[in-house]
């Protein structure tokens, strides 16, 4: 049944540490951390096991780590799984805040066996894509996209996307998703069955001056 915990402290600054082990199978998994003003940061720091698999009777699992859209950083490492083992299709994995940093050991998945695979949406208000300095390594963004579909999309009225590492991958999806620009500064290898969209200008129905560049 649902359970929840709810903390507190609006006077200094707040952090969720997932180091354990959270598991609920065909159900939600809910991390939030918020930040009050500019002078206060929220952190979600995963570096454990994070599961909610479909279950065989078709339920399937969401895993949502929600930091504060503003000042906030989600740092994700460790094991994050919304998979379908037994049958369905996966589930869904949600990253999201101001900052999102995704470590070279974090394993990702909503695969299925015998369905689709589900999808993992990284949402901050920036991102890079990139070997080092950026907020996930192209090896890391390329392993993950052979068990999972992968959206970034960034928030801000001013949001650009940049892909300054090689990523390559043989299945699911790579969408990037700016609200303003994405440039493509490394090389995209989608084979086989991969597939990738580009949706830039997405702060108006017009575009704008908006663009992506190769």
Known sequence: GPVKLEIHEGTIDSMIEQGGAIRADGG???????????????????????????LSTGENG?????????????????HINASAPNGGDGGFIETSAAQVKVTDEAIITTASSHGESGLWLIDPIDYTVAATGGDISGATLSTNLNSSSVQIQTTDAGGDLYINDAVSWSTNKLTLTANDNIFINSNLLATGSARLGFEYGQDSAAGDTSTYTI
Do not use: F, P, W
């Open 28 to 54: 939600l998994i809910y991390l939030s951390a918020q930040s009050l003003t500019e002078l206060t940061s929220s952190v979600i720091n995963h570096t454990g096991i994070t599961e909610a698999k479909t």
């Open 62 to 78: 969401q895993i949502i780590l929600m930091g504060d859209m503003d000042y906030g950083i989600t740092q994700v490492s460790g």
